[in-house]
């Protein structure tokens, strides 16, 4: 076989691999859910995570925050948000990130809780219920509609997803825009962006994004935050 021929070879090789593994994963997720156990990953790295962050800053509950903090979680009990403002950080932010099918439900006062994005993704309307007049939101959802189609399992499910929630902040947006200034900014990854979370592409996402804003605030100006306004950044 030719030199040409084997790297050919070597390609499609890897790139059969990398699209089982991916729909290997999503299958582990959807066998898992069978057999009652609903998430495919322990949530022990999260924690991890959380415990480091407080072991290095010291800090552990809401109280001992400068700066007021409200952490989103979905009730599934109630099918509805819930908001921690005080105690123990850890619960909550274990909550907050419990993605469904990804990470077990966090169990708080005898209530199970997951990913607040269920319920509310970008929550603007609890900003507003807590005395915000001036609200800056990311959100992370934009984009979808220039992405090419789906090919496998789990890029129909995130797809699905993205789409979903980015609506969902679009309609909270109109209903809520003239009982509060809201500015949301929306980063626009390219169609053919990787999700792998390597160091070389987080730092290329954060430069292009520090980039993208730049030109945002040289192009608006103060102009930016004067009225509500959802203002698209993209990242190439």
């Known amino acids: ?128 219920d807590d005395g915000a007049k001036e609200i800056l939101a990311i959100s992370l959802m934009a984009g979808g509609e220039h992405e090419p189609s789906p090919t496998s399992f789990p890029e129909l499910i995130a797809r699905t997803l993205q789409l979903s929630l980015h609506h969902q902040m679009l309609s909270d947006y109109e209903r809520l825009r003239d009982r509060a200034r809201i500015v949301v900014i929306c980063p626009v990854t390219p169609p053919m962006a990787t999700w792998e979370m390597k160091r070389e592409h987080l730092e290329a996402s954060m430069e292009a994004s520090r980039s993208a804003m730049a030109a945002l605030l040289r192009e608006k100006g103060s102009r930016l935050f004067r009225h509500s306004g959802i203002h698209y950044l993209k990242l190439s």
């Not at 090789?13 to 495919?40: C, T």
Request: glycine share 6%; hydrophobic share 45%; aromatic share 8%.
């Open 1 to 128: 076989m030719s030199s040409w021929c084997q790297r050919r070879w070597n390609q499609w090789k890897a790139w059969r691999y990398r699209r089982r593994h991916a729909e290997s994963v999503a299958f582990w997720a959807v066998s898992g859910l069978r057999h009652d156990l609903l998430s495919a990953f322990p949530q022990d790295n999260v924690r991890r995570l959380i415990d480091r962050t407080q072991k290095l800053t010291g800090i552990t509950t809401f109280e001992q925050l400068r700066v007021p903090l409200a952490v989103v979680a979905t009730d599934l009990n109630a099918g509805k948000p819930a908001i921690f403002r005080s105690g123990e950080l850890m619960p909550a932010l274990l909550a907050s990130t419990a993605i469904p099918g990804v990470f077990p439900a966090v169990r708080i006062k005898d209530r199970e809780h997951l990913d607040g994005g269920v319920v509310q993704n970008t929550p603007l309307d609890i900003a507003i």
